[in-house]
């Protein structure tokens, strides 16, 4: 039996009907036994402030700790203005310091990006990609997810309604799976 891997997910919108925010729902919903997927949220995080290093703010460190206690960390973010939202950038910042002591170190990623419109967030998924390589993160390159038209695609009860968009989330937590198990040994002890 695979080993349970504790999957931390962080969810680049704040709003509460969110499309991103129902996408790792469903996707922690779907997953298979061996991942267990936990949003980890980062409304609550104070703006990041390299003065504050030494002697964080209590949900900063609270925070970093979640990601350094995660086997694996998904991201699943909308784009604003062709990029990831501030809120994302400010806790990928948060738990990424003080310098050397990076929580992201090694951890296998994913990265999904969610859209209404037709691009999918194609802008932003690769923005998040510059810092993750930066940040020694292994991610998954394959299958690829920018999940477009994201208006039309759950139903009122939150699974998504869309047989093969349903199919492909499979495939892609799948894969997941696998790279999560094929990036373990490079994951620092926590
Ligand atoms: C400040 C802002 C900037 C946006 N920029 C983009 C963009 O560059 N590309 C895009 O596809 N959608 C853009 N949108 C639309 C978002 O994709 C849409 O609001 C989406 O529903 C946000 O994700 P959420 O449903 O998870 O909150 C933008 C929305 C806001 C509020």
Redo the contacts with the bound molecule.
């Keep these: 039996m695979p080993q349970t891997r504790n999957v931390a997910v962080i969810v680049g ?1 704040l ?1 509460k ?5 129902k996408m790792a729902l469903a996707l922690a919903a779907i997953a298979p036994e061996s991942l267990k997927l936990q949003i980890v949220e980062i409304g609550q995080l104070p703006h990041y402030n390299q003065d504050d290093d030494a002697n964080p703010p209590a949900a900063s460190a609270a925070f970093k700790q979640r990601i350094a206690d995660a086997d694996a960390v998904l991201f699943v973010t ?5 990029s990831v939202p501030g809120v994302l950038k400010n806790a990928i910042d948060i738990a990424s310091r003080p310098y050397g002591k990076s929580a992201w170190s090694g951890k296998p990623a994913a990265v999904m990006s ?4 037709a ?1 999918g ?1 194609f ?2 998924n690769h923005h998040l990609r510059q810092s993750l390589v930066f940040l020694d993160m292994p991610v998954l390159q394959q299958p690829e997810a920018y999940v477009g038209g ?2 039309k695609l759950f139903a009122d009860d939150g699974s998504i309604s869309n047989p093969a968009t349903q199919e492909f989330m499979g495939k892609y937590l799948a894969a997941f799976e696998q790279w999560i198990a094929r990036n373990a040994a490079t994951t620092p002890a926590s």
Excluded: K
């Design positions: 919108s709003r009907e969110s499309y991103n925010r909308p784009e604003y203005n062709r969610v859209s209404p419109g691009i967030g802008g932003a994201a208006d």
